[in-house]
């Protein structure tokens, strides 16, 4: 696993790690781009900021009802628009996306979650997966790019992979029955269990066969850096979100 290249703007913070046709981003806590704690019409406002700054439009956003789950969409032209601006118009019970069409901005909206953008060199589909532990624990990278595999003939050797900021283990404290959810990637400390989420990841992405250094991580730790950007686990039920962001031209 490689470091990754970012660079840093006003709102956002920009992988280099990806083909010149390829924007990947993911936003700081200048701006709320969920629907908590905030009106729909703010919503729009930050999200159509963010989004002019990449020459995206609002209606080219698709996003999800986010639940923690394992389930993966083959996002298409007629998908563009749902829930960028109106939360029930949203993907109803999805934590990943998967395209291979033009000019569709996928996104997925986190608080220590960890974003995960897989991107296709050979074939040019993209990908965009919300890994919370739960996903983490029912393989939900795994099977986004088996989905892949199997949709658009992605070989996991041509795969790029980003990790975006997430709670990390240095900070991720957890109770005991995380032993029983996870065989690997807990850590101990002080008789305390600390759960790796990137670790977690890195390893199902190398057992599907994604090269190493296929592999970039961002190293940004959302509770360390809660300055810069949205924790759930410091801040709990105020917390707003981050937006993660990837499209193909």
């Known amino acids: 696993m490689q470091k990754a290249n970012l660079r840093e703007t006003e709102f956002f913070y920009k992988f280099r790690d ?18 908590l704690n905030q009106t729909e019409e703010n919503v729009k406002n930050n999200r159509e900021i963010i989004l002019s700054k990449l020459g995206l439009e609002l209606p080219q956003l698709v996003c999800a009802k986010q639940a923690h789950s394992a389930n993966v969409y083959i996002a298409e032209a007629q998908d563009k628009g749902r829930g960028s601006f109106i939360y029930d118009e949203a993907i109803i019970n999805m934590d990943a996306f998967i395209t ?17 953008f897989v991107i296709d060199k050979r074939s040019g589909a993209i990908g ?3 890994a919370g532990w739960k996903g983490t624990k029912n393989s939900i990278v795994k099977k986004a790019i088996i989905m892949m595999q199997q ?4 070989r996991p050797k041509d795969l790029t992979v980003l990790f975006g900021p997430s709670i990390r283990k240095c900070c991720c404290e957890v109770g005991q029955e995380f032993l029983k959810y996870f065989k690997r990637g807990v850590d101990i400390r002080d008789d305390n269990l600390y759960l790796d989420l990137v670790g977690i990841n890195y390893l199902q992405l190398k057992e599907i066969g994604v090269p190493d250094n ?6 940004i730790c959302t509770f360390c850096q809660n300055d810069r950007f949205f924790s759930y686990r410091k801040e709990k039920d105020s917390c707003g979100r981050q937006m993660a962001l990837i499209t193909a031209m």
């Open 18 to 35: 990806t083909p010149q046709n390829v924007t990947a981003i993911f936003t700081n806590r200048r701006l709320n781009a969920g629907f």
């Open 100 to 116: 291979k069409e033009k000019g569709i901005a996928l996104s997925i909206f986190v608080a220590d979650c960890l974003p995960v």
């Open 128 to 130: 965009l997966i919300h």
């Open 151 to 154: 949709s658009f003939e992605s």
């Open 214 to 219: 296929n592999i970039f991580d961002s190293g």
